[in-house]
């Protein structure tokens, strides 16, 4: 009987490897993966202007001020820390209608000039829009040009205007330190968090289509009723579920491998003098800080160990309910709620950071299917512990025992049954059904 096991296995993932959609498939990803890992050097090479100078030429208009404006600009641009932001300024003696007529798209023109109530005004003028980035040091540096005139005007001291346009300070006291999570780590978790666990999310949409559909095209074919006379339908469907999860996780080791040729590749390519934006450096050292690397070491295994369990369980389901179909038209019906299911808890992952001390998202982080999204969530936001998890592991354990259980009965009903009989109809009675 095993060697009848070990052979519909090997049957199954030869059919499931050996393909060309397979390998085409993974050098679409490949390449994909590695081009979007790669892409700031990639625009780079074919001329983009990731690398390239903003120059800002200025006109004074008898304001006396190109200086102090040179020199905010200089400041507020190495303030950022980044070293893709390359802003030149110059002051010129041409008049706006002839720069106008060969301004270039790295070049953007900005007139100052003297207003008796508002002290200074600026027109800036440039072929395409501007960069949020350019434009937000140019906007900051106009500003304090102007503050600076008004202060020198009404005779105010630097130390006066900077006492009155500082922030408030803030003594922030929190009472609960059991959870002394950053306001902001919610934020970082909704957009972090769901980006790494999307390919699970493909994984699983693949998993449940492929154990059913290969389920479906041996009732098509008429080929299940050869199969179930030499093994047992409980082999036949172990067979099926070992078969298709070793290949969604071997797709996933390959999806991770692709990631890190890609980094890889960037980290070679880029030269030491390039820095990661100022933006990803903001959200490294907060997820640092709050310990989120530390806590990686726990929560990684925890959640492979989910992901792993998820799949048996997704695939199970699927294959059962794919017992009572007699085509790819019903089984398309019967998978609609596990997508459903899986797709609400890929959006629950997302929005855990909405739900801060939900008692809601706390259950639902124990319910199976949903727990593999869920929980690893929750716990990088510290709104649930690691025994949590070891929880929602231990019922996602018996509910695979119990639908095992309990399924293995309507499929040995259902894989046979070939009726035109409503498929949830097939199902209860197969469910009610002493022939086992």
Known sequence: MNRKFLYLTKVSLRKKFKTKWFVITNIILAVAI???????????????????????????????????????????????????MKITVKKTDKTAKELKEDLKDDEILVELNSDNTEYL?????????????????????????????????????????????SPVTIDRVVLNEDNNVDENMGLIMSSVFPTIILP?????????????GEICEEKTTRSMEIIISN?????????????????????????????????????????????????????LDSLVSQGFIEKLIYVIPLTLILIVLSFLAYSIVAGILASMTVNM????????????????????????????GSLLIRVLSYVPFLSSFVSPSLYMMGEI??????ISIVILILFIYLILHFGIKVYKVGILNYSNEKVWS???????SKDV
Do not use: W
Not at 426 to 432: G, I, N, S, T
């Open 34 to 84: 590695i081009l979007l890992l790669n892409i700031n050097s990639i625009v780079s090479f074919f001329g983009g202007d990731f690398d390239s100078k903003t120059n800002i030429i200025v006109i004074d208009n008898d304001t006396d001020s190109y200086t102090l404006f040179e020199k905010n600009i200089e400041s507020y641009a190495s303030s950022l820390n980044d070293d893709d």
């Open 200 to 212: 699970f999310f493909m994984l699983t949409m693949i998993l449940i289509q492929m154990v059913g």
């Open 329 to 356: 038209e019903d089984f398309s019906q019967l998978q609609t709620p596990l997508v459903f299911i899986s797709l609400g808890g890929y959006y629950l992952a997302m929005m855990a950071g909405m739900f801060n």
């Open 121 to 165: 005004k600026a027109k800036v003028t440039s072929n395409e829009k501007i960069d949020t980035l350019t434009y937000q040091v140019l906007s900051q540096s106009l500003n304090s040009t102007k503050t600076t005139i008004a202060m020198a005007i009404n005779n105010i001291d630097a130390t006066t205007l900077n006492n009155i346009s």
């Open 426 to 432: 097939k199902f209860f009675k197969a469910f009610k």
């Open 385 to 390: 512990g690691l025994i949590d998890i070891v």
């Open 231 to 283: 093994v047992s339908p409980k082999q036949h469907l172990m067979s099926k579920i070992l078969a298709s999860n070793i290949f969604v996780i071997v797709q996933g080791l390959l999806l991770v491998v692709y990631a890190c040729l890609g980094l890889l590749i960037s980290t070679n390519m880029l030269s030491s003098s390039m820095a990661l934006p100022s933006e990803v450096t903001s959200i």
